[in-house]
């Protein structure tokens, strides 16, 4: 049992006998009113996502979740196929899961992945992975006075800003959370 105050975005939490992971997490105070915490959540069974108010000091239900290492090998349809890294076992995965961070997934990256009753609930990617880029336009030369970044396609086919300098065929670093150039691979 954690507070509700504890929630937050991307925790799995059990709501009237069912599992939820947490979309949005918001501590509200209304002058002097009492403050609440307001959740959008979705369901892990049926897909429907649902607004909740709990009072700050509502205890909510957490399960209990095993953490597993797994490696992404390939796509399959609307499925990603995953690795666990111990027993090589291979398991699907709905894209929806990972969400946006999908465009920076290629093979044989490894996730940090939650399983409840042996099945994945949800899986994360590392804060930055270091991306070939594959097409950008060349520097311009004297445009260095102005610090204008341009559009890079990297090879996951995710488009990112980078600055005037990088150029095709180098690796960069991108931070999966925010989907921002962070910097040059080394």
């Not at 307001?38 to 399960?63: A, C, F, H, N, W």
């Not at 880029?133 to 980078?162: F, S």
């Amino acid at each position: 049992m954690i507070r509700a105050t504890e929630i937050r975005k991307g925790r799995t939490i059990l709501h009237e006998g069912e599992l939820y992971v947490v979309h949005d997490s918001q501590h509200v105070a209304k002058g002097n009113w009492r403050s609440y915490m307001q959740i959008r959540m979705k369901s892990i069974k049926s897909g429907q996502i649902l607004d909740v108010r709990y009072r700050v000091d509502d205890p909510v239900e957490t399960p209990f979740l095993e953490s597993k290492e797994m490696e992404y090998l390939y796509e399959e349809g609307d499925k990603l196929i995953l690795m666990d890294t111990e027993t090589y076992d291979q398991i699907p995965l709905e894209k929806d899961v990972i969400g946006d961070g999908i465009k920076f997934l290629k093979p044989n990256e490894r996730l940090a992945c939650q399983i409840y009753e042996e099945k994945v609930i949800s899986a994360e990617l590392p804060n930055v992975v270091d991306l070939e880029v594959t097409d950008t336009p060349p520097a311009i030369k004297g445009a260095t006075a102005t610090n204008q970044n341009k559009d890079a396609l990297l090879e996951t086919g995710a488009r990112v800003k980078v600055p005037p300098f990088i150029e095709i065929g180098e690796r960069v670093r991108v931070d999966t959370r925010s989907g921002e150039y962070v910097e040059r691979a080394k």
